[in-house]
């Protein structure tokens, strides 16, 4: 046993992961095994008995070699720790532990042991390469310190949100994905009268309006379907009973840590606003009835004129019966008869378009054939238009139908006609002409907004002079006339505006020395 217990030993201090070096008192060499000589180059064979200064030379600038002298000297052992590589038996491994051949500095512990060596004085230099748990702690300190800085922005930052949540206007709720409330911002109570005590727990279902229930889950539907944020409008129950319309912008949210998953609402109480909508849509009725009926009052004139004509002629046929006394003459009769007929339907219809045209009207779009209501138009507007005005229409067969209403589409066109025959001076003709287009990327002339899409097309030209650029700019401004005064009021073109784009139309002008062309466009109903 005594015979292998060196060889054992030898074997232990020669593989150990740890650098092992002996010296002597004079401090040469004496032993360093195999992670020194990995490490530093150097083979035992080639450094024994030569003195460690020779072996590092550097070394006599350093603090091992001190340490080394303390313990020969005073036979006291020595550590030194986290020395770097700035040491000269601070060695480099060969290849790295990240797989570079690049050498990477090593960051040590060192321990100085005295020993007796045949009663010689001698000391165990112990070489640990502590780099890697060293940047093991650094790391975790680095991940300890990054975690605490990340924690304490999130606290910060959710202060600053809870801050912009409780003092906003608006009121601010989170659900879960059944529209369970479990946030409500304290200006609810403003608003709703609610603390929010009272609504957690709550579906935000359970205080809408029921007739808004149904619109209100559709539109949830279509945002579940395209994750986009959307705009609801909706009356919510207020605490002492009364409802108010409110419009909630509505964004999904989902979080992994915890795991959940709901809605964000920021509710906006716009019952002010749809006071006003409502009342600026009953200001548009009455300024519309009242441009009409001024309309009717220029063409009053007109008007006049044809009703004398139709009733010329039914007195001048009805005189002529009475001379008719020979049954012979039944024919005759028959064919007199049948003009007074006529001249009285013609008389009927024209009172009854003007009285559909002037009454009080409750303004709903619908599917209409645009070729129609235009014929139609025609027959009062020749009424109503000096016979020095001629009116060509051309219409094809087969347009499609647009959303629209047939008193307001009389309307634009008794309007452009009026207009029409006061830049004609009363004498000229005004040609209309319907056809279907399609536009890509258009201004339009009276909201300057850019559309796209398929439209009917209504031309309305006449060949009166050129418009001026600079009043281009300005004829649908309400109250805007180039004329006097005293012989417009200019709010027809105005009219023309709000009508078009009540019914999401728009308009375009060409004007050049012969001729001015207003160009109504209707969106087709998409089937």
């Given at each position: 046993m005594s015979n292998i217990e060196p060889e054992l030993y030898n074997n232990i201090v020669k593989h150990i992961d740890d650098g092992i070096i002996v010296v002597d008192a004079n401090m040469c060499v004496y032993y360093l095994n195999k992670w020194i000589e990995q490490r530093s180059n150097k083979k035992y064979n080639d450094v024994f008995s030569k003195n460690l200064t020779e072996v590092f030379p550097e070394i006599q600038q350093s603090r091992l070699y001190n340490a080394i002298n303390d313990t020969l000297k005073n036979f006291t052992p020595q550590f030194l720790s986290n020395l770097f590589h700035n040491s000269p038996i601070l060695l480099y491994p060969a290849i790295s532990a990240f797989g570079s051949n690049e050498p990477k500095p090593l960051q040590l512990d060192i321990n100085i042991i005295p020993i007796k060596h045949h009663n010689n004085t001698a000391c165990i230099i112990q070489v640990r390469d502590v780099s890697f748990s060293s940047r093991r702690e650094n790391a975790l300190e680095m991940e300890i310190f990054n975690r605490s800085i990340i924690e304490k922005n999130l606290r910060e930052s959710e202060s600053r949100y809870r801050l912009l949540a409780e003092n906003s206007s608006d009121i601010i709720i989170k659900t879960d994905a059944n529209f369970a409330m479990n946030y409500i911002s304290p200006s609810c109570i403003h608003h709703l009268g609610y603390k929010d005590i009272e609504l957690v727990n709550k579906t935000i279902l359970n205080i809408t309006h029921a007739d808004d229930i149904e619109a209100f889950n559709l539109d949830i539907q279509s945002n579940t379907a395209t994750s986009k944020d959307i705009s609801i409008r909706h009356r919510l129950l207020t605490k002492n009973g009364s409802y108010q319309w409110f419009e909630s912008t509505v964004k999904q949210y989902s979080t992994e840590l915890p795991p959940e998953n709901g809605y964000i609402l920021v509710t906006r109480n716009i019952e002010e606003r749809i006071k006003e909508e409502e009342e600026r849509v009953k200001m548009q009725l009455q300024l519309d009835r009242n441009q009409r009926m001024q309309s009717i009052g220029q063409l009053a004139g007109g008007i006049a004129h044809e009703f004398n004509n139709i009733l010329t002629s039914i007195i001048g046929y009805t005189d002529l019966c009475y001379t008719l006394q020979n049954p012979i003459n039944m024919s005759i009769l028959h064919k007199y008869l049948y003009e007074i007929n006529t001249s009285s339907i013609r008389s009927k219809d024209l009172v009854i378009q003007l009285l559909e045209y002037s009454q009080e009207q409750n303004i709903q779009l619908k599917p209409t054939n645009i070729s129609d209501t235009v014929k139609k138009a025609i027959i009062l507007l020749k009424a109503a238009l000096p016979s020095s005005i001629n009116i060509e229409l051309n219409t094809p067969e087969n347009l499609a139908n647009?959303?629209?209403?047939?008193?307001?589409?009389?309307?634009?066109?008794?309007?452009?006609?009026?207009?029409?025959?006061?830049?004609?001076?009363?004498?000229?003709?005004?040609?209309?002409?319907?056809?279907?287009?399609?536009?890509?990327?258009?201004?339009?002339?009276?909201?300057?907004?850019?559309?796209?899409?398929?439209?009917?097309?209504?031309?309305?030209?006449?060949?009166?002079?050129?418009?001026?650029?600079?009043?281009?700019?300005?004829?649908?401004?309400?109250?805007?006339?180039?004329?006097?005064?005293?012989?417009?009021?200019?709010?027809?073109?105005?009219?023309?505006?709000?009508?078009?784009?009540?019914?999401?139309?728009?308009?375009?002008?060409?004007?050049?020395?012969?001729?001015?062309?207003?160009?109504?466009?209707?969106?087709?109903?998409?089937?």
């Amino acid at each position: 046993m005594s015979n292998i217990e060196p060889e054992l030993y030898n074997n232990i201090v020669k593989h150990i992961d740890d650098g092992i070096i002996v010296v002597d008192a004079n401090m040469c060499v004496y032993y360093l095994n195999k992670w020194i000589e990995q490490r530093s180059n150097k083979k035992y064979n080639d450094v024994f008995s030569k003195n460690l200064t020779e072996v590092f030379p550097e070394i006599q600038q350093s603090r091992l070699y001190n340490a080394i002298n303390d313990t020969l000297k005073n036979f006291t052992p020595q550590f030194l720790s986290n020395l770097f590589h700035n040491s000269p038996i601070l060695l480099y491994p060969a290849i790295s532990a990240f797989g570079s051949n690049e050498p990477k500095p090593l960051q040590l512990d060192i321990n100085i042991i005295p020993i007796k060596h045949h009663n010689n004085t001698a000391c165990i230099i112990q070489v640990r390469d502590v780099s890697f748990s060293s940047r093991r702690e650094n790391a975790l300190e680095m991940e300890i310190f990054n975690r605490s800085i990340i924690e304490k922005n999130l606290r910060e930052s959710e202060s600053r949100y809870r801050l912009l949540a409780e003092n906003s206007s608006d009121i601010i709720i989170k659900t879960d994905a059944n529209f369970a409330m479990n946030y409500i911002s304290p200006s609810c109570i403003h608003h709703l009268g609610y603390k929010d005590i009272e609504l957690v727990n709550k579906t935000i279902l359970n205080i809408t309006h029921a007739d808004d229930i149904e619109a209100f889950n559709l539109d949830i539907q279509s945002n579940t379907a395209t994750s986009k944020d959307i705009s609801i409008r909706h009356r919510l129950l207020t605490k002492n009973g009364s409802y108010q319309w409110f419009e909630s912008t509505v964004k999904q949210y989902s979080t992994e840590l915890p795991p959940e998953n709901g809605y964000i609402l920021v509710t906006r109480n716009i019952e002010e606003r749809i006071k006003e909508e409502e009342e600026r849509v009953k200001m548009q009725l009455q300024l519309d009835r009242n441009q009409r009926m001024q309309s009717i009052g220029q063409l009053a004139g007109g008007i006049a004129h044809e009703f004398n004509n139709i009733l010329t002629s039914i007195i001048g046929y009805t005189d002529l019966c009475y001379t008719l006394q020979n049954p012979i003459n039944m024919s005759i009769l028959h064919k007199y008869l049948y003009e007074i007929n006529t001249s009285s339907i013609r008389s009927k219809d024209l009172v009854i378009q003007l009285l559909e045209y002037s009454q009080e009207q409750n303004i709903q779009l619908k599917p209409t054939n645009i070729s129609d209501t235009v014929k139609k138009a025609i027959i009062l507007l020749k009424a109503a238009l000096p016979s020095s005005i001629n009116i060509e229409l051309n219409t094809p067969e087969n347009l499609a139908n647009v959303e629209s209403n047939n008193v307001q589409l009389e309307q634009i066109l008794l309007n452009l006609c009026t207009n029409a025959m006061d830049a004609m001076r009363k004498s000229g003709t005004i040609y209309i002409h319907l056809s279907q287009e399609s536009y890509t990327r258009e201004n339009c002339q009276s909201c300057h907004e850019e559309f796209s899409g398929d439209y009917i097309k209504i031309d309305v030209r006449n060949t009166g002079p050129q418009i001026k650029a600079n009043e281009l700019e300005s004829i649908f401004q309400p109250f805007y006339t180039s004329k006097g005064r005293a012989e417009a009021t200019g709010l027809g073109l105005s009219v023309v505006h709000g009508i078009v784009h009540s019914q999401r139309g728009h308009i375009l002008v060409n004007s050049d020395t012969d001729s001015t062309t207003f160009i109504i466009l209707l969106p087709i109903i998409k089937t």
